[in-house]
């Protein structure tokens, strides 16, 4: 059974910095390409960064410069670095395959960007 967890969320100041971590046990890990999701209030969830089983990465433009995605095979682990961060920020965060899997989402982890 393959289970995702999602850690690291929390309550940040505009400015600061997270990473966030996913665990991923039940798959093999390293074959597949990974994404970090979203969800804000209000909004449809939405892909912010995927990377490619080879590390290829790819962002939106909302994110591109400010977060990092990264994968450890060995781990089977993803991970995504986010910096200079503000309220826009704000959501839900979730991993999943990319294209995502609808069996495979987490409970994810909350970001909260205030002041």
């Known amino acids: 059974q393959v289970q995702l967890v999602e850690s690291g969320g929390g309550l940040v100041q505009p400015g600061g910095s997270l990473r966030l971590s996913c665990a991923v046990s039940?798959?093999?890990?390293?074959?597949?390409?990974m994404g970090w999701y979203r969800q804000s209030p209000g909004k449809q969830r939405e892909l912010i960064a995927r990377?490619?089983?080879?590390?290829?990465?790819h962002y939106v433009d909302s994110v591109k410069g400010r977060f990092t995605i990264s994968r450890d095979n060995a781990k089977s682990m993803l991970y995504l670095e986010m910096n200079s961060l503000t309220p826009e920020d704000t959501a839900v965060y979730y991993c999943?395959?990319?294209?995502?899997?609808?069996?495979?989402w987490g409970q994810g982890t909350q970001v909260t960007v205030s002041s």
């Open positions: 999943n395959d990319y294209p995502p899997n609808n069996y495979y």
């Open positions: 039940g798959s093999m890990f390293s074959v597949y390409n």
């Open positions: 990377i490619t089983r080879g590390g290829n990465r």
